[in-house]
C-alpha cells in the first residue's frame, strides 16, 4: 500500500472513532485534523512522472535543444522603468517562438516547487526562448510594486519585447499559475500584437469577487498570510528594506494570531499609513464592494478583448476554482474572434492551489494525496503540446473545439465535454424540510424533491462572531496547513449548534455531481449586516462525510456586489449562495447533505453583525439566525446531477494530443 493510501486510511478510520467523542477546544483548522491523522508529513514513492526518490522537477522528457542562460536581461517600459528577467536560449540556428513568464514570486524560482512546472531550461531544450521576468517592484526589476496596477502596460511592453529578442520568431506564448496567471489575463486584455496563447493555472476572473472577498465577504485566511509574508516581505528586499521584510516575516510566522486581529484597516504588520510598505493592502480593506476600484482590472468584462485560444488549469479546491470556470465559459461564448472562441480548454484535477494533489509535496489534503497517480496534473506534457501546435504549427489534437477535461473524484477517472457547465447537465431541485436541524440535538434535516406544502418551523441558531464556526478543508489559498483547502470529514463541524444540516435519502443509484451547485435560501437576521454559509458535502454509509464545496454570501450584497444595501432586522429576505463547483461520484447508498451556518473561520472573516464599514471597528454583538423552509418560503438547493454514461480514463488522455 501506498504512503497515500496509509495516510488515508489511517485518517478515515481515526474519523470513524472519534464519533463516539466531541472534541473540545477552539477551532479546529484543516492542519489539526493532519496532525491528528498522523498524517502531516510529505507521502514518499513515485508518482507519474517523478523519479522513485520523489524528486522534482524530474529529468526525463528533455528536448534536442542544448540551452544556454542570460541573466538580468533588461526591458525598458513605455514609462522608463527597467524590468529584468533571465532569458533561456535553445542552441539553435533556427528562429524560434518565445514562451514568457512574468512572476513577482522570484524569476530564480519560476514555479517550479512544489511539484509544479518543469524548470525554465526543460522547456527551452524543445528549441523555445524561454523568458522569466520579475514583475515591477519585485526581484531584480525595478520601480514600485503595487499589486494588479501595471502588469497590463508592463505585460503589453514585455510581450512586445520578448518577441523581438535575438533568436525570436516573434510568436510568444505565456505560462504561470495563480498571480503569474493574473499577469497573463491582464497581458491579453491589452491584446499586443505578438501574443498568440497563454496558459493560465489556479487563477481568477475577477480580483474582487473569488480572489480578495467571495460573496461581498473577505478571504482573510488567503489574504493576509499571502499578502505580509509573500508579496509585501519580497517588495521590501527589493527596495532595501531589509528591516520591513524581517518583521513581515516573522509576523507570517504567526499568522494564526494575526488572523484574529480587529479591526483589519488597522493591521499592525502593514503598517498603516506608512506608504512604502503595503497601500495596496489598506485599499483593499477600504473597497469592500466590487466598486471602479476592481473593475479596472477583472478580466471578466474585456473577453471580447481577448483574441487568443486559452488553455486553462484548475483545481477541485483551487482558490480560484470559480473563476477559472467562467474564464473558460466567458471566452467561448464572448471570446474576440472565432479562433478564440473554439481553442478554449479547461482541465480541472484533484488539487488544491499549490501542490497540484501529488503525493510527495507536502502541501496537499491525504484525501488528496491519496488519489495517487491517476490525479497528477498533466500540466507540463500538455502545456508543450499547445505551444507546439499554436507556436509552432505542429499537427497535433491538443485543440479545435471548446473542451473541458474534468477528474471525477470518488471515481477516480477522467472524462471530457465539451462545455462548462456540462451540456448534459439534469439541474436537480431539493427543498429543505425538518426542523431542529443540527446533528448536536440528534435531530436532521432533510432535503427532498418535492417542495414544502404543510407548514414548518424555522430553524434557528445564535452566530457569535467571538465563536465562529471553524474551516475544516475549503477552497482556500495556499497551502493545507495555512489556508483551509481540500477535503476533510466534517464530523466536528457538524456538532456545533450553529450549523444545520439537511440530508437526502440514499442515492439509490451512482449519482454524477459536476459542476456549480445554487442555494437559495430565505433567512432573516436580528443583525443588519451578518453571513450565511452553505457547504455541500457527501455522506457515506457508515457515516463519514466529506465537503465538496462551499459558498458564503454577505447579506447586504444579497442583490448587488456593487450596491450593497443593510438588511432589515427579523425580516425574511431571500439569499442566493453559490457554492463552488465539483465533481464527485456519490455512491448508492450514500447521501447528500447542506450544511447552513453563517461563518466559515478562518476561510473568510467573521462577519461581526454591527453594519460598521468594513475592517473599520473590532466591535462585535451575537446575531440571532432564522433559516425558513415553508410554503412561502421555499429554501432549495439546485444539484448539477450528470446522467450515468461517458467515456472514463483512469488517466489523464495524453494519448489525444498525438
Known sequence: MTAPARCYRRLMSWNRARRNRILRGGAILAVALLVLSGCGGSASGPSGGES?????????????????????????????????????????????????????????????????????????????????????????SGGTFTEFGNDRDDGYDSVEWAAGLPGS?????????SYVGATQWLSAVTAPPHLVTIVPSNTSSDYYDGWTYEGGEFRLAFVEPWAMGTIAETAARNRGDTATAKQLLADEAQYTRWLGY????????????????????????????????????????????????????????????AGGTENFSGMVRDGGTAQARANQRLVIGPWDHVGWGRPGSGVSAPMLAAVGPAGDSPVNDLMLGWFDHFLK??????????????????????????????PNTRWTTYYLSGSGANGLTGRLGALTTAPPKDPQQPDTYDYDPLNPVPSAGGHSCCGASSGPQGPYDQYVVEQRSDVLTYTTAPMSADT????????????????????FTAKLVAVAPDGSTVNL????????????????????????????????????LVRAGSRIRLEISSSDYPQFAPNPNTGQPFGASADTQIATQTILHDAAHPSSVVLPVIPAGGAASSRFPMAAMK
Not at 66 to 85: F, H, I, W, Y
Not at 404 to 416: E, I, P, R, T
Request: aromatic share 14%; with cysteine.
Open 549 to 584: 464545496n462551499n459558498g458564503i454570501i454577505r447579506t447586504p450584497f444579497r442583490d448587488s456586489l456593487e450596491h450593497p444595501t443593510p438588511t432589515v432586522p427579523g425580516q425574511p429576505y431571500q439569499y442566493t449562495i453559490q457554492i463552488w463547483p465539483t465533481s464527485y
Open 512 to 531: 454524477e455531481l459536476t459542476g456549480p451547485t445554487t442555494v437559495k435560501l430565505w433567512a432573516a437576521s436580528t443583525a443588519p449586516d451578518t453571513d
Open 169 to 177: 520568431n516573434g510568436k510568444v506564448g505565456m505560462y504561470g499559475s
Open 393 to 422: 504549427g505542429q499537427d497535433n489534437k491538443v485543440a479545435g473545439q471548446p473542451t473541458v477535461d474534468y477528474f471525477l473524484m470518488g471515481a477516480n477517472k477522467w472524462k471530457s465535454a465539451t462545455a462548462w457547465p456540462l
Open 262 to 321: 480587529r479591526p483589519y484597516q488597522q493591521f499592525p504588520p502593514m503598517r498603516p499609513g506608512d506608504p512604502n510598505v503595503a497601500p495596496w493592502f489598506f485599499d483593499w480593506i477600504r473597497h469592500a464592494a466590487r466598486d471602479d476600484y476592481w473593475k479596472q482590472w477583472s478580466i471578466r468584462e474585456h473577453y471580447p478583448d481577448v483574441k487568443i485560444p486559452v488553455l486553462d488549469f484548475e483545481g477541485w479546491y483551487d482558490a480560484f476554482l
Open 52 to 140: 522513485a526518490s520523489g524528486a522534482w522537477p524530474p529529468s526525463q522528457g528533455r528536448g534536442k535543444c542544448a540551452v544556454s542562460k542570460q541573466e538580468n536581461v533588461p526591458a525598458t517600459m513605455r514609462d522608463g522603468v527597467v524590468l529584468k528577467a533571465d532569458v533561456y536560449r535553445p542552441k539553435t540556428g533556427d528562429r524560434v517562438p518565445v514562451i514568457l513568464m512574468r512572476t513577482q514570486y522570484g524569476k530564480a524560482e519560476a514555479q517550479v516547487k512544489p511539484y509544479r512546472y518543469q524548470t525554465p531550461e526543460w522547456f527551452a531544450s524543445h528549441c523555445y526562448l524561454v523568458v522569466v521576468q520579475d514583475i515591477r517592484g519585485q526581484g531584480a
